[in-house]
Each structure stands twice: as C-alpha cells, then as structure tokens.
C-alpha cells in the first residue's frame, strides 16, 4: 500500500524505490537519517511515547498546542508581592488587637452576651467545671475564628496561602506520569481495535513500545485509516500491510520514512511546526503571551503572505521550516508541496525532495512542463499567457489576458492538432514572430486535414499581425527570455525529457523548483508565474482534495498579478494554499496591494518593515476599542491664611506647587498596530502575524520571537 493505502504506488516522477516483503515478525529499527548538531530530533525510541501521550488541549488559533497549558482570556489582577504580605500581616496584627481588646475586657462584656442569653440557666450555674471550661472556651474559640475569617479575607490570606503555600509547593514538583488507559491510550490504537482490526493495533502498539516507531510512521498509518473509514480502501488491504510490515507500512512511494535532517520541531499529531514563541507583551492579548506558535495546513489553507526587508528572516525563520513541515505532510500522504526559489536559496537538501527540476542546470534530471500538463489547448493558452504578459494587465476592473490568450490558442489549437503535441519555445517564439515559413508550414498542414475551423483560427492571427494594437510581438519578446542558450535542452514538448507537471498534484509528491536567478531575473519571474497559475490551475481541478496542496514562493516579486489574486482567493475551497515572501509591498502595483492582503489569510510583517508597508498592514488589521487613562494635575488654590501658609512650607520643600490628580477612564478606538510602530517598534529577529484558520476563526496581530 502507498500512502493513501492503494496496493500500488502512483506516479508521482519519484521512481519509487522498490521494497522487498518483510517478514511477519517485527523487523529491525530503520537506520536514523543524519542530523546536524543543533536540530531537534525527531521523537523516536522511548520519546515517541512520551510525545504521542503529551497532551494537545484545545487552543486559539496558532497556538502551539503541544503541551500547551491554557491561560485565560483575560489578565487577572496580580496584586504585588510586598503589598500582599504587608496586608496579610497587618491584618493580622488588627486581629491580634482586637482579640487581646476583648479577652482583656476593654471593650466591655457585650460580646459575651448572646451566651447568657441563649444558654438554659442550668448549664451556666452549676458546679460542673469542666462542663463550665468547654462551654465559655468553645465559644472563645467561635469569636476568635470569627475574627480571623474577617481579617483573613481582608488580608488576602487565600492568595498568600496559593503563592507560597503548600498548593504552590506541589506545582514546583511535577507529578509523576501515569500511563493512560488502553481504551484512551494513542500508542495502543483504540480506535483500530473498536473496527475489528485488533491484530494490525496490537503490531503497532509492540513497535511503537519497541521503538521503532517514529512520529511521521505515526501520522503516515492514522492518514491511510483514514481511507479505510471514508471507504476509498479495504480494511483487509490496510490489516494486511500492517501485519506484514508493521511502522513501515503504507510507505511513501518514494520508499522514505523521514527527512534527512530538521531545523524545526514539528508535531505531526496536530500538523503544526513551531515558528516561534508570542512575546510577554502588553500588545498581546493574555492567552497568548509566552506561548508557542504553530502553522498548520488549517491556517496555511488561507495562504500566507509575509513581508519584510532583506536580512529579516523571511527565508530561514519561515519559508524553510513550512517547506519542512510539508515535506513532511506529504510522507505522511497527507499534502503535496511544490517549493520555488532562487538557486542556492537554502530551501532544504535535494534529499528532501522527490523532485528537483533546476532550471537553467544542464544536470538537473526534471524538466518543466511549460504546458502545466494539459492537452487543451484554451487551457494552455491561458496559462501560458499569465505567465507571459500577466504583469503587464491593467491591475483594475476588467483589466486581463484575455487578447493574449487568444493570440497563444490561434496558435496552440492547429499547431496540436497537425502535430500531436504543443510547440517548443523556439517553435512558439518563430509562430509569435509571424516567420514565413513556420506559419505557412501550419497553413499546408491544416489544408489538407479538414479542420475548417483552425484553418479561420490562423487565418485571424495572421489579419491580426499587421495592425498597431497586435500583442503578438509582446508575447515573442517574452518567449524570446526562455529562448535563451542557458535554457537550451528546457521545456521539451517531444517527449525526450522527463518533465515535471503540476497535475502530479493529486498525489503525495515533493518537488523543488530552482529559478536561474543570476543573468535571468525577467525569465525567473515569468516562470514563478508560470508556476503559480499551473498551481491554481490544477489544484481546482484535482480529483482528491483531501490532500492538501500548498506552493511555497520564496520571494513573489513581479509574480503577483490581478489574475493570480483571483486564483489564490479560490484556493481554501480546494484545500490549497500559498506562502508568499515579498522585500517590500512597493514590489507590488498600488491597486493589487489591498487585494493581495484581502486574499491572504495569514499576514506576517517582519522587523525593518518601511512607514508606508506597515501603513497598509495598519488599514488591513483594523481598529479595536481600547481603554485610555488621561490624567490632568490641576493646582490646589488655598483660600484660608493657615491653607497659604502650609502651601509656602509644602512648596519650599517639595520645590512644587501643591497640585491634586484627576483620573479619567474613557473607551477610544485605535489601531492594533500603526505604521509606525511596525516600522520602528518591532524588535530584530521578531514580525507581526495576524492569523485566520479555513474555518473562519481569527487571531489578532501577535508580536512573535522567530528566535524563541
């Protein structure tokens, strides 16, 4: 079974490597990927259980759950140590005096008084004195309790009692850890057990005990059940690969059970990996100050967009560790991750990936479909021209691709139906150009095939190249930047090289994409965007959408288009999602700033951010209502001589007029976070990150420690 729990593994360009049958019995321990010093481990051996039984409570959104103790909403009122004592003490003291008052009778005799009027004489008067000694002391007894319950509440004694009693005490110690029930025990899976399949639980169970399970096996084997509940596989196929493979089964087809090494920790019961810690900040709200912080697919399903100068983070502190957890996800079978870059951008190992096409790099062993995979040619054509000349559309209303798209299908239409294929880039720049001999080639092919209606289709696009307005030479002079000798061997239609298409998105599939950055700065955008409508292309249109399918774009400059907008809006309807990384929103046309962060769920703004991009983070976050303190100090005017006088001597020793303070307590509304402060008041290594789950659940902008 694959990781979808099919008998066989579906093509994904990984070359799955082939597994001979294990023997029934429990096989040895896998070898351990290498780890750098430094990287978290991932929970294997002993801590595998120790980590799976950790609880996850249920937490607002972001927050780390692993381990996570919930706080209140609200910040509950700390009374100062110093204070607190001194109250508890003086009310003591008050108490003290009191009693000594009473027993001393200084007061008088009346608080004996309901004791001689609610007591039958013959209890008071007799010459039973041990009778006599425990009526009046219990009643003593009652006055004095009395008299500390009073004091003891107006000293706080409870809260003096939680701090440094004995309660305080037991929290310091830990208690120790108590296995959990079988029947709510994770490591014994009870809910395999509760479907009948009490064989394939009790295998697990003797791995995970023997450690030789490790967390992606966990989450690998619980994403294949789950195709067993939803009916898409049969519980014998699943009990089978169990039985007969144990924590191995299900495998990825790339035969992988880890990655080659972790720079985050990650938790893949929840699906979160940790980006960081919420800082003790005033800003936050309680519940999240100190806590972890964790993206998960639920929040990355609203797509991500951060932004931030060079030098901020974005890459190492962001986009590395969620290209991570997501390589991570998808050996779990449980998404698809496609991670674009520069060359060398430090995106993770090629290890890592069951794909890597490098553009430009005569070794790389992947090509790219320039096509995206599809035989339509309308479909082709609109993608091709996003790529092309989307940067060049209006960003307003009506403003598209729209004339380039049926420039490019007058062309890919009877070019695929005389060839059986679409055109090379050299083919489609000669076609764009209007060269004699190409267009009049296509023209005797079409003649004698009988395709009347391809034959007006290029009869339109050659009327179409003598007038001003023609976008056929802007489309030429695009293609021209692929038609380059660096990407000679590139973007092959004859079937000769392996391509990679986006199509292959339906399955568990990892792949790298290198842009030639250096010397091809216009191509490299033009194939981000090229990547990026292929990607909301066909996750539209994928058949499997359980699978989550995210595109990390390491840096968006010139990519994002009105078009691309349009399609990252529709992506939390397919389960998909994008990471975006800009330098700065002016890499961005002014009317497509706003829609951008309207279509973003998640907006992360790092430190270094300028005035003008935290303007527009300002405006998307909004304004709370908050409560402000205005406090006036207004002179005290005596009336009297004796009033003048004791002003003259406070004055003299003060250096102060004698004033009196006025406190007032008013809501206002104001902006979570201005310009400035993202500007000026965010710390190195720290970004401000507003979440929004696919469920529709929101978190305010939190003042995040990338570091922590």
């Known amino acids: 079974m694959d990781s979808d729990g099919t008998q066989e593994a579906r093509g994904t360009h990984a070359n799955p490597v082939p597994r001979p049958a294990g023997p029934p019995e429990v096989p040895a321990a896998p070898p351990r990927p290498a780890r750098a010093p430094g990287m978290p481990p991932p929970p294997d051996g002993s801590a595998f259980l120790t980590w799976l039984r950790t609880p996850r409570p249920d937490a607002a959104p972001g927050v780390w759950r692993l381990g996570h103790t919930p706080r209140p909403q609200e910040e509950p009122e700390l009374i100062p140590a110093r204070q607190l004592l001194s109250g508890a003490v003086i009310a003591f003291l008050v108490g003290w005096l009191v009693w000594s008052l009473l027993w001393n009778g200084y007061l008088g005799g009346w608080w004996v008084l309901p004791l001689e009027l609610f007591t ?52 310091s110690v830990p208690a120790p850890e108590r296995p959990p029930m079988p029947e709510h025990d994770p490591a014994e899976w009870p809910e395999l057990r509760a479907a009948g399949a009490a064989d394939a639980a009790a295998r697990l169970a003797a791995e995970a005990r023997a450690g030789l399970m490790r967390d992606v096996d966990h989450a690998r084997i619980a994403r294949a059940w789950q195709g067993v509940r939803s009916g898409r596989h049969s519980l014998a196929a699943f009990t089978g690969s169990v039985l007969k493979e ?87 079978g449980r998404a698809a991750v496609v991670v674009v870059g520069a060359a060398g951008a430090g995106l993770g190992p090629t290890d890592a990936y069951d794909v890597v096409v490098r553009i430009g790099n005569q070794e790389s062993v992947y090509d790219l479909d320039l096509y995206g995979g599809t035989t339509d040619p309308d479909e082709a054509a ?17 403003g598209d691709t729209r004339r380039s798209t049926s420039v490019l299908a007058q062309l890919l239409g009877p070019f695929k139906a005389v060839h059986g294929r679409f055109p090379s880039v050299p083919e489609l720049r000669q076609l764009l150009d209007g060269a004699p001999g190409a267009l009049t080639a296509l023209r005797q092919a079409l003649e004698g095939s009988g395709q009347e209606s391809l034959l007006r289709e290029l009869d ?9 307005g023609d976008v056929g030479g802007v489309l030429a002079d695009r293609v021209a930047l692929l038609d380059r000798p660096a990407f000679a061997g590139f ?102 700033r706003g829609p951008l962060l309207g279509a973003t769920g998640c907006r992360m703004a790092l430190s270094g951010l300028t005035p003008w991009d935290g303007q527009d983070f300002a405006e998307v976050w909004g304004k709370e209502w908050i409560e ?26 003060t250096g102060k007029a004698p004033t009196a303070r006025a406190v007032t307590v008013r809501q ?41």
């Open 628 to 653: 402000a303190r205005d406090v006036t100090d207004r002179q005290i005017i005596a009336e009297t001589p004796a009033g003048k006088a004791l002003h003259m001597v406070r004055r003299v020793i």
């Open 460 to 468: 339109a696009r050659e009327r179409q190249m003598g007038h001003p």
């Open 668 to 708: 206002v509304e104001r902006e979570r976070w201005s310009a400035s402060e993202l500007a000026h008041a965010v710390p190195p290594g720290h970004a401000v990150l507003s979440l929004t789950t696919v469920k529709g659940e929101h978190a305010p902008p939190l003042l995040v420690d990338l570091r922590g």
């Open 382 to 398: 609109a993608v091709l021209a996003e790529a092309l000349v989307g940067d060049l559309a209006e960003p307003h209303q009506g």
């Open 246 to 332: 144990g924590s191995a089964a299900c495998l990825h087809p790339s035969g992988e059970r880890d990655l080659p090494a972790r720079l985050a920790r990650h938790d893949l019961v929840t699906g979160q990996v940790r980006l960081g810690t919420t800082a003790d900040d005033a800003r936050n709200p309680y519940a999240y100050r100190g806590a972890g912080l964790g993206l998960g697919p639920d929040l990355l399903g609203t797509s991500l967009l951060a932004v931030g100068p060079a030098g901020s983070g974005k890459t190492g502190t962001v986009v590395r560790p969620l290209a991570e957890s997501l390589c991570l996800h998808a050996l779990s």
């Open 120 to 171: 039958p004489d013959s209890w008071l008067h007799n010459n039973d004195r041990v009778g006599n000694a425990v009526l009046w002391y219990g009643y003593y007894t009652l006055i004095a309790l009395g008299i500390m319950l009073v004091v003891g509440r107006l000293g706080r004694w409870s809260e003096v009692w939680r701090r440094w009693g004995p309660p305080a005490w037991r929290r």
């Open 491 to 592: 973007f092959d239609t004859s079937g000769q090289s392996r391509p990679f298409s986006l199509k292959a998105l339906d399955h568990p599939v990892r792949v790298r994409i290198d842009l030639p950055e250096r010397g091809h700065a216009d191509a490299s955008r033009m194939l981000a965007r090229l990547v990026l409508a292929q990607f909301t292309a066909s996750v539209a249109v994928r058949e499997d959408r359980s699978l989550f399918a995210c595109l990390v774009l390491d840096d968006a400059t010139g990519v994002v288009t009105p078009e691309a907008v349009r399609g990252i809006q529709r992506l939390r309807s397919g389960n998909a999602g994008v990471v975006l990384t800009l330098r700065t929103l002016d890499d961005l046309p002014r009317p497509l």
